[in-house]
């Protein structure tokens, strides 16, 4: 049997979902690099709105959706399909659950497949860090092809396309751009954000991105919204396919 499951609080495992579509909007379109008092303000209000939202509506199960927990689940899993033994395979965050498996269970491991290991020993600000690092490289390697093919939007050399990214999101910040077909109406700097972040999972996004930048330096920011709501989960009525942002 190969068997599939939703970790607590996600999916269809009694989903918690802190906040409606329209604040999730809010959310994810805010300012990601607030620069300035009034902006820092602005996402600090944003964000303590959110987790009080999360308190309110979750209640009790926001205390109980832990990693340990949901290995603990695992273990459920495992004894309810009669093994004597877990096999598993686990990608991203799934390899920490593989991990802490692992680490609660030793002697019920079976056949283990952890691929992408999260490293279970960081702790605050280190996994976002790691995680920035491997942007910077997918985004460094995206421009390179993007330059290398010609006729890139973003510039005719590697050192000024990179530069083209951060300085078109500081734009958005100033001035957003239309969106044509979606609720929201205008891309702003954190949906644009999102909307290039997408790309870079996956090298077969990056011809669309391409794309998505030439629209966008025409002013329309409508396909770089498309990449953002493939990220949310999101379909341009508002609505959110899952609580994977939440």
């Not at 802190?18 to 604040?23: K, L, Q, R």
């Not at 209640?59 to 004597?84: F, K, P, Q």
């Not at 999101?169 to 929201?184: G, H, R």
Request: hydrophobic fraction near 35%; charged fraction near 25%.
């Amino acid at each position: 049997d190969i068997v599939g499951f939703d970790p607590r609080g996600v999916g269809r495992s009694a989903p918690i979902r802190c906040v409606d579509d329209a604040e999730m909007d809010e959310f994810l379109g805010a300012d990601p690099t607030p620069d300035d008092p009034e902006e820092e303000k602005q996402v600090e209000e944003i964000g303590r709105r959110f987790a009080e939202a999360c308190a309110e509506r979750a209640g009790r199960l926001l205390g109980h959706v832990s990693t340990i927990e949901v290995a603990r689940d695992m273990d459920v899993l495992r004894a309810a399909l009669g093994e004597a033994q877990l096999d598993y395979h686990g990608s991203s965050y799934g390899t920490q659950l593989g991990a802490t498996y692992a680490e609660l269970f030793p002697e019920r491991v079976g056949r283990m497949v952890l691929d992408g290991a999260v490293d279970p020993t960081l702790t605050g600000i280190e996994p976002a860090l790691g995680q920035a690092e491997g942007f910077q490289r997918a985004t460094e390697s995206y421009v390179e092809d993007c330059v290398s093919g010609g006729g890139c939007p973003l510039g005719e050399d590697a050192e000024t396309a990179l530069a083209r990214i951060p300085a078109f999101l500081k734009e958005l910040d100033a001035e957003p751009i239309p969106v044509e077909n979606d609720v929201v109406g205008e891309l702003t700097e954190g949906w644009g954000f999102y909307g290039i972040i997408v790309a870079m999972y996956d090298e077969a996004g990056w011809p669309i991105l391409t794309q998505a930048f030439r629209q966008a330096f025409d002013g329309d920011g409508s396909l770089l919204m498309l990449l953002a709501n493939l990220y949310a989960q999101r379909d341009s009525d508002g609505t959110y396919q899952s609580n994977s942002q939440q």
